[in-house]
């Protein structure tokens, strides 16, 4: 038996052929699995669980299936879709998972996150995660007409890609000693993540203890998928 993990899909309307992706995956790969845990960026962007485009609600559609079939699939949210919520769980059945989030995976304690909490030296974009993930804003954003959050939604992203532009690689990957407090804090020698969009083993050495951090690969010019098992674990494109 296994267990998925996958990250930064960034379904959009405007890449329909990763959706068709995704939904093969669900209805093939995923099947197989014991359990699915999508760490974050499943979307582009999350207006609201009360605004799904129309294009997307097949992939709703594929993650209830997939669940009702009997694969529990957890979700933790990313920067980008941090607005899913309760009704999304009831349309899917997936779960949603808190960040960071400690799970046994067949004997071995696991930290998971989305990653972008371990990008310290952004300073900017951790202020700005600071102010939109408070209850306060969700509701008054939650408030507003989908209209207004759609041109909310434009403009963040404008103001993101413009942001991204002028940072150096360095800033946007994660800060070691970020990894090494995570690892530390929460007593565990294994962290998978995504975020980064750089897939990649890294083994390091943590107070004499040997730590095994897995980043995840975002789904933009392959799939990439994590399958681990009782004795072993494989980052690979989906279906291989
Ligand atoms: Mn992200």
């Not at 296994?2 to 960034?10: E, G, N, P, R």
């Not at 413009?162 to 804090?185: C, L, P, Y």
């Not at 083993?201 to 975002?218: F, Q």
Request: aromatic share 8%; net charge negative; glycine share 6%.
């Amino acid at each position: 038996m296994s267990t998925l993990f996958i990250a930064d899909l960034h379904l959009s309307t405007e890449r329909p052929e990763i959706i068709a992706l995704f939904l093969r995956f669900l209805e093939q790969e995923a099947t197989q699995a014991e359990a699915l845990y999508i760490l974050g960026d499943l979307f582009e962007a999350w207006l609201g669980d009360d605004a799904v485009q129309p294009e997307l609600q097949e992939v709703l559609t594929g993650l209830k299936k997939l669940t009702e079939s009997g694969v529990p699939v957890f979700v933790m949210v990313g920067n980008r879709d941090f607005l899913l919520g309760e009704t999304f769980e009831k349309m899917t059945g997936c779960t949603l998972l808190d960040d960071p989030s400690v799970v046994d995976l067949y004997g071995t304690p696991t930290l998971l996150m989305h990653g972008d909490t371990l990008c310290t030296d952004d300073v900017d974009y951790q202020a700005f995660r600071q102010q939109v993930r408070t209850p306060q804003w969700r509701k008054a954003v939650l408030a507003k007409s989908i209209a207004e959050r759609l041109q909310m939604a434009r403009e963040a992203r404008a103001q993101s890609q413009a942001h991204t532009r002028e940072k150096s690689a360095e800033i946007m990957d994660v800060n070691a000693q970020a990894v090494e407090d995570a690892f530390r804090q929460h007593g565990v020698r294994r962290l998978i993540h995504g975020h980064t969009h750089r897939p990649a083993v890294h083994e390091l050495s943590v107070d004499g203890k040997n730590t095994t951090r897995i980043v995840l690969g975002d789904w933009y010019q392959q799939t990439s998928v994590l399958k681990v098992t009782a004795d072993d674990f494989s980052l690979t494109p989906a279906g291989q």
